[in-house]
């Protein structure tokens, strides 16, 4: 196998949302109502809708910087590389990775409509819904819909309200939609676990869909209790584990063996923890029998690869344990245009991992795109054709992108000097 040859669509990337998402998507009697990109008297950029405010922090896009210059600090548009924010441009980047396709979770709204939540228990809660759905409708018909066939479009949940969830699922599969990101802990929300029989509506939606759950990373953080001086690479560090505590939900609820057709794909969580945990679970399962629980003739092992899709970035060490982890649940992810992310040279990394785990050609195709495909039904080749849906193929389009590094005020010079988009500045 060489780099140009593979083939690869990434279950988890990121977008920055532009100020004029919601111009075409909310009905004209509430445009006024709608989230709004602003800029402070400092200059710094939030989105503000109902009171709720989310910033864009530094870490979200740091795509092309020199590494000195990332962090948690506040970021703005004109200082991000345009592909982050800019579909246009996001295509031209995918294609110097060398990435055929692509699922991008957001950032202002976080992972699971946490800003659309918070918005409805403090303001109004039709009015949220009518923003989460444009949210969703933005996604799918402007995001995605721009460049048929290289997204896979995913929807947020108004998981504050199981009914308006359940009929969104309906709602956004109707319109292709095959995936939803959910919380990892809702309970940390303030809502039931996924323990709860509250969420048995929703699981029966997406299994009558086929519309996947997905779990990213994030959500979850405030599950981590450590001490009050922790860094920020506790959290950073420590925050795939919180995967491990979403599957004991679903596991023991027992969601997993009560809805056969239930799929979940804990995204950028990574795959290091797995071996362990489900060791863990059988031990426990067969041992422990005092507690109740019954998996019928399967192991716990056996229920979560009936129903689990596992997204890495890099995972060197746990990529040799591949097949005992289960070839056919394991995904690759390029993460753009995140600090963790790789690019330009996503195919180069992935390959290395995979070839110093002595992993076949036919194990790195089902990594690379084959799982994803089959477990978001998804067809890579309607648009594209297989011929010309390689690295080596969608990297002779994007000759001329930049790869250099730049810093956040050449991208702010340029951006300044030809802005992408008028953003109300407060006054003082």
């Known amino acids: 196998m060489r780099a140009e040859d593979l083939i690869i669509v990434s279950i988890d990337d990121h977008l920055i949302e532009p100020p004029d998402m919601f111009d075409n998507h909310v009905p004209a009697k509430y445009a006024d109502q709608a989230p709004k990109l602003i800029r402070d008297v400092d200059g710094l950029e939030k989105w503000v809708f109902q009171g709720t405010t989310m910033g864009i922090m530094g870490l979200n896009s740091v795509v092309s910087w020199p590494k000195e210059q990332w962090g948690m600090d506040p970021s703005t548009l004109s200082e991000m590389r345009p592909g982050s924010y800019d579909i246009h441009e996001r295509i031209r980047d995918m294609n110097r ?65 199981i009914e308006a969830l359940t009929a969104e699922v309906h709602r956004v599969a109707a319109k292709g939609c095959r995936a939803i990101s959910m919380p990892e802990l809702p309970h940390l929300l303030g809502l039931p676990s996924y323990q709860s029989d509250y969420w048995d509506p929703f699981f029966t939606a997406v299994c009558d869909e086929g519309v996947v759950m997905c779990l ?110 289960g070839i056919d649940i394991i995904a690759f992810e390029s993460d753009y245009p995140h600090s963790d992310g790789l690019w330009p040279d996503a195919p180069e990394h992935f390959l290395g991992e995979c070839q110093q785990a002595n992993l076949s050609d036919e194990d790195i195709n089902k990594i690379s795109w084959q799982n994803v495909s089959r477990f978001c039904d998804y067809d890579p080749f309607t648009v594209i054709p297989k011929e010309r849906a390689s690295v080596g193929a969608l990297r002779s389009l994007a000759k001329d992108v930049e790869t250099s590094e730049v810093p956040r005020e050449i991208f702010r010079a340029r951006y300044e000097a030809k802005p992408h988009y008028d953003i109300q500045t407060l006054s003082a």
């Open 97 to 161: 990775n060398g990435v055929l396709a692509s699922m991008c979770f957001p950032t202002f709204p976080g992972f699971s409509g946490r800003t659309f939540q918070e918005a409805a228990e403090v303001g109004d809660p039709a009015l949220a819904l009518i923003m989460l759905q444009a949210y969703n409708d933005w996604h799918i018909d402007e995001w995605c819909g721009a460049y048929p066939g290289r997204f896979m479009p995913l929807a947020l949940p108004p998981a504050w309200d």
């Open 216 to 325: 990213h990373i994030g959500q979850g953080f405030s599950a981590i209790s450590m001490a009050d001086d922790m860094s920020n690479d506790h959290f950073m560090v420590l925050a795939t584990q919180v995967s491990v505590l979403s599957v004991q939900d679903l596991m023991w609820g027992p969601a997993l063996r009560k809805y056969p057709e239930l799929k979940v794909a804990w995204s950028e969580g990574g795959i290091g923890w797995i071996p362990f945990l489900l060791d863990r679970c059988d031990r426990h399962y067969t041992n422990q029998k005092w507690t109740g629980q019954d998996f019928g003739d399967k192991l716990p092992s056996d229920v979560f690869r009936e129903h689990a899709l596992a997204c890495f970035i890099s995972d060197p060490m746990s990529l040799k344990l591949a097949h005992e982890i």
